[in-house]
């Protein structure tokens, strides 16, 4: 005798049913997408890698191209087509033994640099090394004003100078940030004039800081591994803030993607001196300091291998008449 099935019962089966069936294919679809996805990750996007543009529009204006001219003494015209004007020549000797002093002559020599304005009156820092000596001095701004520019100050020890230009308009100034906040790692920018070719943008990372280059006593620059040549000298080193955090001066002429920037703190530290005084009036020990090694350490009998060593002292200098002594 047939018996009917309870009501009840018929929806549980159909409702299990239907929970089996979407459990195998959510299965099906997640083995399939396994099956089908790239080994490799996907290719990011075009809004992954922002622009810098914002940033080198806002900062190009106030970055300027520096031309000087300088006078030298050197040989007339044909020895110095085949010797040069400097001095060491190796036959300068022979020349002067058979034919007498070597007539001398003035040339004017031209050379590029860069240099970045810091306020709407016409004030811009830039490398000693760019302005030392020169008689002329020209700046050309980015919409190709140009004008006259006069050394304001200079510090030899730092390689910074500071110069004027007189406009009738304000112009636009840099914003000075604080490399002491800089990690190695950090993206910056370098603006500047590489042999002639104006206002041109590079890219790369801080890759060192701290570093010494034996350029002189005041030694810690920034390293960066974006693009440096001659005539970036003085230009701005940007971060992605659109502040300067240093000031691009030198690089490894052998050598691709290392070049060196001065930190700005070191410039704002003797800007107002620059500005007022034309240069830097600097306290003076008269030592010569050298690193405790465990060596010396072990050696001078001390417990931890810290501290300075002096290595000499300068007669007459303020160390000398204190009574400090070698070692």
């Known amino acids: 005798m047939n018996k009917k099935v309870p009501l009840w019962l018929t929806i549980l089966l159909v409702v299990f049913s239907l929970a089996i069936g979407v459990v195998w294919l959510t299965g099906m679809k997640s083995t399939q997408n396994k099956l089908t996805a790239p ?25 300027v191209n520096i031309s000087t001219v300088r006078v030298v003494r050197g040989p007339g015209p044909v020895f ?7 001095e060491g020549d190796p036959f300068k000797e022979f020349f002067e033994r058979f034919f007498g002093d070597i007539p001398q002559r003035e040339f004017r020599q031209k050379s590029l640099g860069s240099g970045f304005i810091i306020s709407k009156d016409g004030y ?21 004003e140009q004008f006259e520019a006069k050394v304001i ?14 406009a009738n ?3 636009s100034a840099a914003t000075l940030g604080d490399s002491d906040a800089l990690r190695v790692g950090d993206w910056v920018i370098a603006i500047g004039n590489p042999f002639g070719l104006g206002h ?26 974006a693009a440096i040549n001659p005539g970036n000298s003085g230009g701005p080193l940007v971060n992605l803030e659109g502040k300067v955090v240093g000031i691009n001066t030198a690089i490894v002429a052998q050598a691709q993607g290392i070049g060196f920037a001065i930190p700005i703190n070191m410039a704002k530290y003797i800007l107002s001196q620059l500005k007022e005084r034309g240069k ?17 350490a072990h050696a001078l009998g001390l417990k931890e291998a810290k501290g300075a060593l002096v290595a000499d002292v300068t007669p007459g200098s303020p160390a000398d008449k204190a009574d400090i002594r070698r070692g």
């Open 39 to 63: 080994s490799h990750d996907p290719i990011p996007s075009k809004s992954d890698f922002p622009s810098l543009s914002s940033i080198v529009s806002k900062v190009a204006p106030a970055v």
């Open 80 to 86: 110095k087509y085949f010797f040069g004007p400097f």
């Open 124 to 144: 811009i820092l830039t490398n000693n090394h760019v302005v030392e000596k020169a008689t002329e001095i020209r700046v050309r701004l980015l919409n190709k």
């Open 153 to 166: 100050g200079r510090d030899p020890k730092t390689d910074i100078a500071l110069i004027k230009i007189k």
């Open 169 to 171: 308009h304000n112009l």
């Open 200 to 225: 041109t943008v590079t890219v790369g990372i801080i890759s060192a800081k701290e570093r010494i280059i034996g350029a002189g006593p005041y030694d810690n620059f920034l390293q960066t591994d």
């Open 280 to 296: 830097v009036m600097r306290g003076w020990l008269g030592v010569m300091i050298q690193e405790v090694t465990p060596e010396i």
